[in-house]
């Protein structure tokens, strides 16, 4: 018979509960990595075989590539913030506000958007960027 003692501390606890401080937020954090990397991979998926049945422009299709890559590039990014022993909110934001923004005006032009989201792609980028510097800086 063990005791709680000697049991190994998720055990002690319950399978089902971990009282770890942040705990929680990295629970979340790598629910958010893979919300993000499994839209991305399947939005890949549909760029490179479902969207080239209706899309026969090489630059907009190039646009939906690109966008697909930083969109996966980036959700192993957020793996890395949920794997950080502080789990630092600021990067995940970044790099969560870079995707949708990055990513996302790319999708659009690539689907027939305005071309002035062109102009608010960088904006995205940058947020990328600012993304690596906040996890790169982070306290350990």
């Known amino acids: ?3 709680d003692q000697t049991k190994h501390p998720v055990e002690a606890v319950g ?5 770890r401080p942040g705990a929680a937020s990295g629970q979340a954090a790598w629910r958010l990595a893979g919300v993000v ?3 991305a ?10 969207l080239k049945a209706t899309v026969d422009d090489p630059y907009l299709l190039g646009l939906w590539e690109t966008g697909a890559r930083y969109h996966l590039v980036h959700a192993a990014a957020l793996l890395g913030v949920a794997a950080h022993p502080r789990q630092p909110k600021l990067a995940a934001a970044l790099f969560t506000a870079g995707i949708v ?6 999708y659009a032009m690539a689907l027939g958007g ?6 608010v792609t ?4 940058v947020s990328l960027i600012v993304g690596w510097l906040a996890l790169g800086f982070s306290r350990k």
Not at 15 to 19: A, G, I, L, N
Not at 41 to 50: E, I, K, M, S, Y
Not at 114 to 119: E, V, Y
């Open 41 to 50: 991979v399947a939005l890949g998926a549909f760029g490179a075989h479902g």
């Open 122 to 125: 960088p904006i995205g980028g």
């Open 101 to 106: 923004i990055f990513a996302g005006t790319l």
């Open 15 to 19: 399978h089902d509960q971990d009282h």
């Open 37 to 39: 990397g499994a839209a």
């Open 114 to 119: 305005p071309r002035w989201l062109g102009a």
């Open 1 to 3: 018979m063990t005791t």
